[in-house]
């Protein structure tokens, strides 16, 4: 089957298009509407003519997928809050590091971070002025006073701060994470600061979080462990903010994680267990549009409790679509119905492209699809139990045949027993879940039996206990895999062509095939090629000083960690895995770095310097030197600064002055990132 023989396949490649251009080139919302207003006139003139004439050229149908790609881009310009007229930002372009009177409402509690609470919300006014706009929220823990709840409203007096950027290199960017949810700013306050405001408007963001907090109320008598109730949470609500870090970094590991994440599996299993209760209505006149009603609705408010992710967003717009196309007796092609779904979310949620979970969702889906008749089709078992579990296997590799390359990109670790995850848990995962919610409904009516909240406790023990099994297999873990996007698209091509030809060997798919096989080589040639060498970094890191120098794939590691900022650092493993390096070396920090002809002196807490015959091109300043920098620049007169995250705040203030003041560049990389240097 050609996939793109499909009229709306065709026409979601092209929104995927626009949404793309969208995004990396942002045009005026003028622009894009007369461009897409002039291009859809254009259609419809070459359509008159095409059906007067009763011929088809290849002008209508090229102006039809021009016509989407710029769909596609005023969707993205529509959707950016920026260009909104009131949009916050342009109250505050003036005076952004100035104090603002900041009126706001609660959108979304978000996991707590170390030292802060976190939330998204909504601005209503800014310095008497209405405004519009999401930013992020951190507020400092309180242990003695309650979390803020979604669509409170409160007063605060505070600035807006910019989103960090990631400060070395290949960390995950979290403000470009933001960005992607129209998100620019965020605002630091205390308890304190915080000014409640009466009101009595509710959002059904509000409603689905207080039913959701209403539910775990009922469930607290019940004595559930935190973890059983955080897994609860998480596979029936779609909340996972409540999550241990062990728990889930054990479903990581063991290849499971997708179970936590309310998507298709868990929606299809809710529909199935729907329709079986709404089969009666079939009986009755209008019945099926009824039921078909009934389904759709009850989808969609569970889509909202779970909180409207882009993976139950994905399941629950295609299970909604072949809901009403069984209704309308209409046949279904599961392409078109993907397809359909992902076209309409696209439309309304243009950024959920770049959404991880939409990614591998769909990606997941399309596998499943397109490889597992072929893998299923390999061995007929005679049996049930046999045949079930073989399907349940097939179904699992096919997925991960989809998955694979995006997977490796974003998370840089495979686990091998995924397989025995998902042959373990996948078959009871109807159970779970249909008893999750019969457990659920009867709190709710304060009607559960305190033993069978115990049996599903203890069903949810065993289910993190043997994940937790499975993740501790270290060795068949593989971590830290070097995953380029160029990887990406060429390994993509190696499945596909691999598949056809596994499946239809003929000379056309070995020729396609063996081209590329080729391709890939010649992948893994360019980035042998690329990798980064004669380069010197200076990393930040908070209170501690960490300085690279790669040399011919191997980076040379010199730090002053303690054992358990060593455990605990991931910034050279970001980094090594960044840039496809094998293999690094340690050493003490030295006073010298000698670069060929570039010499850079680095000056720790003895404040030592005084160096006559070396005239160093730049000055490293490490564990806060109590020294005269003024004295220090006539001294060597340096080309450049550079103060690290082991200096104190004050301490950099002061140099930065004094640079500032002899017009000498200065490089602090708390606000500029790590410093890296080529030779």
């Known amino acids: 089957m050609r996939l793109l023989n499909f009229t709306i396949i065709k026409l979601t490649v092209c929104l995927i298009l626009g949404i793309t251009i969208g995004y990396l080139n942002p045009v005026s919302i003028l622009f894009a509407l007369l461009t897409t207003g002039f291009l859809l006139l254009s259609l419809l003139i070459f359509y008159l003519i095409a059906r007067k004439s009763f011929t088809k050229t290849i ?23 920026k260009n909104v007229a009131n949009h916050y930002t342009k109250v505050i372009s003036n005076n952004i590091d100035s104090l603002n009177t900041v009126t706001f409402r609660i959108r979304e509690v978000l996991k707590p971070g170390n030292y802060y609470d976190k939330y998204i919300i909504d601005i209503f006014e800014v310095n008497s002025t209405k405004a ?56 630091f306050i205390n308890n304190e600061s915080l000014f409640p405001v009466d009101h009595k408007t509710t959002t059904l963001f509000g409603i689905a979080a207080r039913l959701r907090q209403h539910i775990n109320k009922k469930l607290e008598p019940y004595h559930f462990k935190p973890d059983e109730l955080a897994i609860i949470n998480a596979l029936i609500l779609g909340q996972r903010q409540d999550i241990s870090k062990a728990v889930y970094t054990s479903y990581t590991n063991a290849g499971a994680i997708h179970i936590l994440a309310v998507s298709g599996l868990h929606v299809g299993i809710l529909l199935l267990i729907l329709s079986f209760i709404f089969k009666p209505l079939e009986r009755f006149k209008h019945g099926k ?54 076209f309409v979310i696209l439309l309304v949620k243009p950024m959920f492209l770049f959404d991880v979970g939409f990614q591998l969702s769909y990606l997941a889906v399309f596998a499943i699809v397109a490889i597992d008749p072929l893998i299923y089709s390999l061995w007929k078992p005679k049996y049930w139990l046999p045949d079930k579990l073989w399907h349940t296997f097939t179904i ?9 390359p995006v997977s490796l990109y974003y998370f840089h670790q495979f686990p091998g027993l995924f397989f025995i995850s998902n042959l373990v848990i996948i078959p009871f995962l109807g159970f779970i879940l249909g008893l999750g919610l019969l457990v659920i409904l009867l709190a709710m009516i304060n009607c559960l039996p305190q033993f069978v909240a115990d049996v599903y406790g203890y069903i949810i023990y065993l289910m993190n206990t043997f994940i937790g099994w499975v993740s501790k297999q270290d060795a068949f873990l593989l971590k830290d895999i070097s995953f380029s996007l160029l990887y990406v698209i060429v390994f993509y091509l190696l499945i596909i062509t691999g598949i056809r030809f596994l499946f239809k ?53 010199a730090n002053d960690f303690d054992s358990i900022t060593k455990s605990t650092n991931n910034i050279i493993r970001d980094y090594t895995v960044g840039n496809h390096i094998e293999t690094f070396e ?28 070396l005239k160093p091109k730049y000055v490293l300043l490490r564990q806060s030197p109590k020294i005269n920098l003024n004295r220090l620049i006539d001294s060597l007169n340096p080309k450049l600064i550079i103060a690290d995250g082991s200096n104190y705040k004050s301490y950099v203030e002061r140099w930065e002055h004094i640079c500032r003041k002899r017009k000498l560049p200065f490089h602090q990389t708390s606000k500029k990132g790590a410093f890296i240097l080529k030779y």
């Open 289 to 342: 549009l009824i039921k078909t009603i009934l389904l759709v609705s009850i989808l969609w408010s569970f889509a909202l409790i779970a909180g409207l992710s882009a993976s139950v967003t994905r399941a629950v717009t295609m299970f909604s679509i072949v809901t009403i196309a069984l209704n309308l007796k209409r046949p279904t092609n599961i392409y078109n119905t993907l397809a359909i779904s992902m």
């Open 132 to 187: 519009s706009g999401k930013t992020l929220l951190n507020i400092h823990k309180d242990s003695l006073k309650p979390s803020l709840k979604v669509d409170e409203i409160y007063i605060s007096r505070t600035p807006f701060k910019n989103l960090i950027p990631p400060l070395n290199p290949h960390q995950f960017d979290y403000k470009s994470y933001l960005k992607k949810q129209y998100i620019f700013h965020q605002l």
């Open 505 to 557: 060997r003929n000379y056309k798919n070995l020729k396609l095939f063996l081209i590329a096989v080729l391709v890939v080589q010649s992948a893994f040639i360019f980035n042998a090629l690329n990798k980064p060498s004669n380069e010197f970094i200076v990393f930040h890191k908070s209170r501690f000083s960490l300085i690279g120098q790669t040399l011919n794939n191997t980076i040379i590691i």
């Open 396 to 404: 699992t590799v096919s997925a991960q045949f989809g998955i694979i």
């Open 59 to 81: 002008w209508f149908g090229s102006i039809a997928f021009l016509a989407m790609v710029s769909i596609g881009i005023l969707t993205t310009t529509i959707h950016n809050q």
């Open 586 to 613: 340690e050493q003490s920090i030295p006073y010298l770095y000698q670069l060929n002809k570039k010499n850079i002196l680095v000056v720790d807490s003895l404040g030592i310097y005084n160096i006559r015959t």
